[in-house]
C-alpha cells in the first residue's frame, strides 16, 4: 500500500490504512491530525454502509465544514484521506482508487 503517494497530494492532510476493526496499520499525517482517530471513523462508516446496505464493498465520501474525508475498502483494509475543502477532490479520489487496487508489493 503506498499511503505516501497520497500524502503528496496538495492539500492532503492526512492518509493511512486501517484494519476493519479500527488498528491503523499506516498512517502518515502532513499536520498535527490523529490518524489514529480518522481510522476508527474510517472502518466505523464503512462497517456501517456494509451491514446498513448489505454491501460487499464499500466507500464513502464525507465533506465537513472545512476538510474531505475520502474512504475505500481494500483487500489489505479500509484507505482513508482527508484533505482540505479546497483540494482536488476528483484527483484525490482517482489516487485512491489507485491505492486501494494496487497489489501490495514485497
Not at 80 to 96: P, S, T, Y
Amino acid at each position: 500500500m503506498k499511503i505516501g503517494e497520497l500524502i503528496k497530494i496538495p492539500k492532503v492532510l492526512g492518509a493511512g490504512l486501517v484494519g476493519e476493526d479500527g488498528f491503523i496499520i499506516d498512517g502518515r499525517s502532513t499536520y498535527e491530525y490523529d490518524t489514529e482517530k480518522l481510522g476508527a471513523i474510517a472502518a466505523r462508516v464503512i462497517n456501517r454502509i456494509k451491514q446498513s446496505l448489505n454491501a460487499q464493498d464499500a466507500s464513502a465520501i464525507i465533506y465537513t465544514q472545512d476538510n474531505v474525508l475520502l474512504l475505500r475498502e481494500s483487500t489489505e483494509g479500509i484507505v482513508f484521506v482527508m484533505c482540505q475543502k479546497d483540494a482536488n477532490v476528483g484527483l484525490v479520489r482517482i489516487r485512491l482508487s489507485k491505492v486501494a487496487r494496487a497489489p501490495e508489493v514485497s
